[in-house]
Nanobody, 123 residues
């Protein structure tokens, strides 16, 4: 079983919404690691969008504040990213990740990644 499996990407017009989901195999959430959503545009570095740290604190990148909401359903082992008022600059491959015990922002600290789901926003 893959550690993390994302779904929910797609193509929308600017101003639209999408909800990404990431099913996380329970064995990868022992000891309450950080969990996060990242995105990567072609030719650019992977950047954090939002995350939940080991204490349950929710954090957002400035680009996501007020538009995106991260949440998790422990019973379903699923991490979500609700994205509203999408903009063309949100176009990217989105990844969920877990396994970091060094904060949510540094993608290098995450051990486990999903395969990614493409989000495309047209103007």
């Amino acid at each position: 079983q893959a550690p993390l499996v994302e779904s929910g990407g797609g193509s929308v017009q600017a101003g639209g919404s999408l909800r990404l989901a990431c099913v996380v195999s329970p064995r990868y959430t022992h000891h309450r690691p950080c969990m996060g959503w990242f995105r990567q545009r072609p030719g650019q570095e992977r950047e954090a969008v939002a995350g939940i740290d080991s204490d349950g604190q929710v954090l957002y990148a400035d680009s996501a504040k007020g538009r995106f909401t991260i949440s998790k359903d422990d019973a379903k082992h699923t991490l979500y990213l609700q994205m509203n008022n999408l903009k063309p600059e949100d176009t990217a491959m989105y990844y969920c990740a877990t396994g970091s015990y060094g904060g949510i922002w540094d993608h290098m600290k995450y051990l486990y990644w999903g395969q990614g789901t493409q989000v495309t926003v047209s103007s």
